[in-house]
């Protein structure tokens, strides 16, 4: 008898008992399907934090100032950021590593053209940001440094404005645009760079806007540089290299009750997958008990099946089935059982996994090495629990089995 | 060729020892048809299965065409069982969850008969004991003479030179037991070794030779003669 033989001879034994078999594989596939699906979903969600982390601008990392000291005379305290400038920034350029400094800021603004009204985002800019972002021009031209220098009553509009505030066939440069009823003129179009699920909120869907920073500053009454990215030579050093930049960026804003500091993105990644380490150990764990449960389940009834094929086994042997063919027999059709349930699992965990993805607002990712895990080591389920049925059925004395009543 | 000689099988021990079989001597040529007679619990059974395989004497020798068996291991034995013996129960003891082919077939899956070979050599005896049209028939949905029928070709199927059959027609009417006693007969002419234990003088007149028991001993071993 071939290992096929036996596997099909174990399969139409299996189909036989369905309902005993599914109810012995409940708990292999429980856990073998428990132990994907939160993979899965950590994954997912890892996948998806990275890329929320990191996908606007992969090497650029943002500066921020912390306050050092929180009280003064006993009282709380709260520290003003000191007033960075351009050439403060001009200097931290030149930190190694640093590709360039963006210091920007940003208001909100209400737009009025030809009939439409929007709020949008305008983001105060330099010279270098159009570069910087690697921004795509459309038409006209970019903002530079003379309409930061003479406080220019210009913008820049993105290509979402353009759809939607102006006719196609209206010239946009040179046209005047209305923002909290002053006038500007338009002096050239940009592709958004708007992620897509973005453009769906409504405080986005007429795109964004870019004006010098000087002129944003005059019309919100902020300062000229509230946010500081900084962009590295080298997205490997990203963390490094704004360290550095911050520790420069302190040193020459002198300030006594603070520091700037880069955001260390790598940090909530880390911080996350600790946090879902323990939750996949956890579940892991339950899984790991889950499968032992099993296990002892798949046990139980192959020694019950062993009881009741006691005649069957008397009779196999009777007509020359050896030791070792009776407990191949036996150890086969655990393993299938078990093997099976953890194939179902898979499924199960496919199945659940795929509806998760419709519902949470990500993707949850199947690890394949999960998944050949899970195969294994329900296979290994079968052969570590199916041995001592096995080995109880090819003891058997023929003569006592085929006497057994 | 069977020998056995002062073969004794004791169940239990010490002071619970069962002798069963007593003292055997007997020699049964290749070719006989043989009955094995005797009252309810005179060991017919024991002498069967040990000639069998099926289970080891305590005492004495056994051996079958001129080899001692007592060395055999679990391993050479199911390999004798396999070559060289045929069942035939008085239950019948067919797998009831295969078909009449598959059954005749199960001794073949252990002698590692490749798959066309064996469908050929079942369909081939199943013809012969007059089953041709139920080869695909489960145990369940065959009359007692036929599931014997079925038995008599897995008995078969292995080509072994002994076919044992305890009390064959045990369970059957006497019209299909006679019908089964005809088929062994025929066997018997083709040259097979058949013995059977009955309790009926008139199974027992299909044979050529009966040998009676009582108390595990051989009382009687005499010719038939019609
Ligand atoms: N496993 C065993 N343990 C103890 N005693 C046993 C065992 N098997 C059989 N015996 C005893 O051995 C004796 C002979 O049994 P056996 O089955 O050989 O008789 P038999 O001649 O075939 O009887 P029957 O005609 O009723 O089938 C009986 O007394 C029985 O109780
Ligand atoms: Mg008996």
Redesign the pocket.
Known sequence: MNLWESFTLALSSIWNHKIRSILTMLGIIIGVSAVIIVVAIGDGARQQMADDLFSTDENAIPLYFEQTTYEENGEMMWVEPPAVTGEQLDAVKEVAGVKYVLGTNSGWGTMNHNEHTADMEIIGVDNQYFIAKDLTLLEGRRLNTRDNDSYSRVAMIDSLTRENMFAPDEEAVGAIIDINDNPYKVVGVYESTLPPEFRHMEEFSNGQMLMPRTLISMMFGSPEIDTINVIAEQPDNLTETGFAAAEKLTELTGSEEGMYVAEDMSAYVEEFDSFYMTITLFISSIAGISLLVGGIGVMNIMLVSVTERTREIGLRKALGATRGQILRQFLIESVTLTSLGGLIGIGFAALVTAVLALVLPFSPIINPVVVIIGILFSSMIGIVFGILPANKASKLSP??AL?YE | MIRLSQLTKT??SGSLA?P?LRGIDLEIGDGEFVAIM??????????MNIIGFLDKQTGGTYSLNGEDVKQANEKQLAGLRNKHIGFVFQQFFLLPRLNAQKNVETPLLYAGISKKERTARALGLLNKVGLKDRTGHLPSELSGGQKQRVAIARALVNQPTVILA??PTGALDSKTGAQIMDLLTELNREGKTVII?T?EEEIAAYTDRIIV?RDGLIVEDRKVTS
């Open positions: 003569i006592d006497r | 169940y239990g069962v069963v005797g009252p309810s619990g005179s060991g017919k059974s024991t002498l305890d009390e234990v309790h028991l």
